[in-house]
């Protein structure tokens, strides 16, 4: 029957529904600031928002989405390629253009349209992709639209790649190479300097995906290829406004004047509508301000390590590195309902991940850190997680 | 290049540790149905074959494999 391959979802759903408890799609009633809210009825810290930089509820980024709202109205209406394209679009590709220091920007409604719809549209039949198995979902469904070759290569492990570049032969020279800069669940770093170093051995061009990365790591915040020093190796680099910019959208950028040719062809950008003036103008905004503050990174980066330490230190199965994402890695699908449940009531929302949108068979409780946080509230953190422990309810034997 | 019947002495035989239901295995074995391989382990076989052959098995191809005989053919394909 058409319904049965849902039937393990909607049981899942029921059993959340008896134990009272709402870890996917959580309502939130109210935001207070970018760290605090009222979710489920419960004020909370806000630590699974990817808000890194707590711009989403920065007055100046408001005040410049509301003067946009006055101006142009509330919705473009339609795509960019017909009547979708504002003077605040084509504003916002330059600038996110100057940011990377290269000529040439595309703008999608959605960070997923952006890294689906660049992967989809960049190999097709006959060309060959080598892509890292933990991928975001988004480049899955890109690459499985492509028609190309898809070949993944072990999660974080260059000499993999290499030797799958090598297999290829004479197909290495085009082939497309995918990567991520932060990865979005256990926050690990792409080794970036050995992937550039693959690339220039076997050739190929690199597409990066600086989602949980942009705003975060590099001198100026553009990500892990600059904070790798390897940007010059990098062919694209696709990333989101809904992290560290706040607001909503993606983006892909190039040296390749080749990006204007491939914008007509990117089923995600054409057939679909552009994003309201609003958005545009806060992500405008907020992007001034990654370049003119980077003390944000700075706090960001402190936060992130109080918050890692202090999780690690009570013996939780962390990743393998600080990160904004700070993921407790648990074997338990019912303790780590618990845990979730425990957690909110304790007046702190983390993401819950379960298989497959975790890279392995483990549950996450995910939480990602933002500059917004104080130093007392990643205490209350790590103290509800302390509480956690003491209480029996979660220990570091079912976290592995 | 390896012959057909090679690829499938050497498919029997990397499939003799997850063989837990000991099927006498033949081309016309499912990878899933029969044998109950999980989408991990179909992954770990994969790669003894990549390892084993020296060449990468795309993604794409894998919904068209059901069968022993199936993944056999693709590997010849791919091992020209």
């Known amino acids: 029957m058409l319904f049965d391959k849902f039937k393990e979802m909607a049981d899942f759903q029921v059993e959340l529904a008896r134990r009272e408890v709402k870890p996917f799609g959580a309502v939130t009633e109210k935001i207070i600031s970018a760290t605090e809210g009222i979710v489920e009825g419960r004020e909370v810290i806000l630590a699974g928002t990817n808000n890194y930089l707590g711009l989403s509820f920065d007055a100046r980024c408001i005040a410049k989405a509301q003067e946009a709202a006055g101006r142009w109205g509330t919705g473009t209406t339609g795509s960019r390629l017909a009547n979708g394209s504002f003077s605040e679009h084509q504003a916002l590709e330059d600038e996110i253009a100057a940011f990377y220091g290269v000529d040439h920007a595309i703008v999608f409604s959605t960070g997923y349209a952006a890294t689906s719809g660049m992967c989809a549209t960049l190999a097709g039949p006959g060309d060959v992709i080598l892509l890292d198995a933990d991928s975001h979902a988004s480049i899955y469904a890109g690459v499985t639209l492509s028609g190309a070759d898809i070949i993944r290569f072990k999660h974080n492990n260059p000499d993999d790649l290499a030797k799958r570049m090598r297999r290829l032969g004479d197909r290495a020279q085009d082939a497309l190479i995918i990567a991520e800069g932060i990865y979005s669940m256990l926050g690990d770093v792409a080794p970036l300097k050995e992937i550039a170093a693959v690339k220039r051995e076997y050739g190929g061009y690199l597409f990066l995906d600086e989602a949980h990365s942009m705003g975060a790591l590099g001198a100026t915040g553009r990500g892990a290829a600059q904070a790798a020093g390897i940007e010059d190796d990098v062919d694209f680099i696709a990333g989101t406004f809904s992290k560290s910019l706040g607001s909503i959208g993606g983006f892909c950028v190039s040296p390749h004047a080749e990006l204007e040719a491939i914008r007509f062809c990117i089923k995600a950008y054409i057939f679909t509508a552009s994003s309201s003036p609003s958005i545009i103008a806060s992500t405008r905004e907020a992007l001034r301000i990654i370049a003119a503050e980077p003390g944000l990174r700075d706090t960001l980066w402190d936060n992130a390590n109080r918050l890692y330490d202090g999780l690690k230190a009570l013996g939780l199965a962390v990743g393998p590195t600080a990160s904004p994402v700070v993921a407790v890695q648990m074997t338990d699908r019912s303790i780590t309902i618990d845990c979730w449940k425990a957690l909110l009531e304790a007046g702190v929302y983390v993401n819950m991940v379960i298989p497959p949108a975790s890279p392995s068979t483990n549950f996450l409780l995910r939480n990602s850190v933002s500059a917004a946080h104080s130093t007392a509230q990643i205490d209350t953190i790590i103290a509800a997680y302390a509480d956690l422990v003491q209480r029996g309810l979660l220990t570091p034997e079912q976290a592995a | ?80």
């Open chain 2, 1 to 80: 290049m390896t012959d057909y019947q090679e690829i499938l002495e050497f498919l029997y035989s990397a499939l003799a540790s997850q063989n837990k239901k000991h099927l006498e295995l033949t081309e016309d074995t499912a990878l899933v149905a029969d044998i109950g391989l999980s989408s991990l382990e179909v992954m770990e076989f994969i790669e003894k074959i990549e390892d084993h052959f020296d060449i990468s098995i795309p993604l794409n191809i894998l919904p068209d494999v059901n069968t022993i005989g199936d993944l056999a053919g693709k590997v010849k394909e791919l091992n020209l």
